[in-house]
């Protein structure tokens, strides 16, 4: 069983961040000050733990698939045979952004003889800016390589019972730590994209997370709770709102004393989750008298890593000629 684990990659320090930033510009350097402002950014949370996280939840992975793969190649009917090594599940890892590149991923996947695999990207929900461009980078690997195997891809999985259930769980969690959980907001925040995209494909992007928050909140029975949006882009174009900053303001101004957020667009704690919710966005409550608690993200935890078993064991089985 072969699996292909992507993210979204991160700096592994500083030197590398004007080549990080000009690859998510699509190959434009950054105008100077952008660069000062995003190295910023980093200093303030110290370091994003992206990288760390995701090899640890690749490793975990590949401990749970293995657990669960049949210990002998044929039924104990017949004459049973240990299964071969050789067809131990193998996870290999894949960054959007920075090294080690999907690109090198898939081509260490050939060299190795991988014959078919699934591919799956730690984020829930599909968008012409996330997981397409995840497909986009797989296909054209391997089409430089003359397509040596095949992939079958997990799309998305914003309503899975288990992602739904987990992220539910810390939700719960973080209610604890409010005074009057029935008069407190859960904020529910993905990344947000420009609207020219959202409009591009239909508006699935914002469908799914609103999804994910109306099945959490269903789930917990939450009396107040929406979705915000965080980490758009400095750019000229519209981006998918309310902005969570903004969100807290028209929400302060009708009362709001106590809030949770939870950043439903990621799985795992990193630089959008440190700076843009951690840093700015509890500054902004702090201003408005707002008491905010972020929900814990779920990273490598084990009932993330079985959401993840379970989706590629579908697609794997699914796929099995
Ligand atoms: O910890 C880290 O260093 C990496 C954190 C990180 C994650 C992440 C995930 C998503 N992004 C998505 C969309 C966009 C679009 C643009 C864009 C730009 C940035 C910049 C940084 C950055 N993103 Fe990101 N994103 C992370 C970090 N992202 C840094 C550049 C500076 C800035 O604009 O703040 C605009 C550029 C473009 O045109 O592409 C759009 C989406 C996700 C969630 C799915 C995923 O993880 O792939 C969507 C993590």
Do not use: C
């Not at 992975?61 to 044929?74: I, M, Y």
């Amino acid at each position: 069983m072969n699996v292909l684990l992507m993210y979204y990659g991160t700096p592994y320090d500083e030197g590398e961040l004007a080549d990080y930033y000009t690859d998510i510009r699509h190959g434009h350097a950054p105008p100077p000050a952008l660069l000062e402002e995003l190295r910023e950014r980093y200093r303030l949370i110290g370091k994003s733990p992206l990288n760390e996280i995701t090899f640890s939840l690749a490793r975990k992975l590949e401990g749970e698939l293995n657990r669960r793969l049949p210990r002998f190649t044929r039924g104990l009917a017949t004459a049973p045979e240990p299964r071969d090594p050789r067809d131990d599940a193998r996870v290999y890892v894949g960054a959007k952004h920075n090294a080690p590149y999907i690109a090198g991923a898939v081509r260490q996947m050939a060299e190795e003889g991988v014959d078919r695999a699934v591919a799956v990207v730690a984020a829930p929900h599909y968008s012409l800016r996330s997981i397409a461009e995840y497909r986009e980078r797989v296909d054209l690997a391997l089409d430089e390589l003359g397509e040596p195997f095949t992939v079958r891809f997990v799309q998305e999985y914003y309503a899975h019972p288990g992602y739904v259930a987990a992220v539910a769980e810390r939700v719960n969690r973080a209610l604890w730590r409010i005074r009057d959980p029935e008069r407190a907001v859960v904020y529910f925040t993905a990344h947000s994209i420009p609207l020219r995209s959202v409009e591009a494909d239909g508006g699935v992007y914002p469908d799914q997370v609103e999804a994910t928050a109306q099945a959490v909140a269903q789930r917990l029975g939450l009396p107040r709770w929406r979705v915000a949006w965080q980490s758009a882009g400095r750019t000229d174009e519209d981006w998918l709102g309310p902005d969570i900053n903004d969100a807290l303001r028209e929400d302060a101004a009708a009362g709001l004393r106590e809030a949770v957020v939870a950043a439903v667009g990621f799985p795992a704690d990193h630089l959008e989750v440190f700076y843009d919710l951690d840093f700015e966005a509890r500054q902004t409550a702090a201003e408005l008298g707002v008491h905010l608690v972020r929900a814990e993200s779920l990273n490598d935890a084990d009932d993330y890593v079985a959401v993840l078993a379970d989706l590629v064991e579908r697609a794997w089985y699914e796929g099995a000629p």
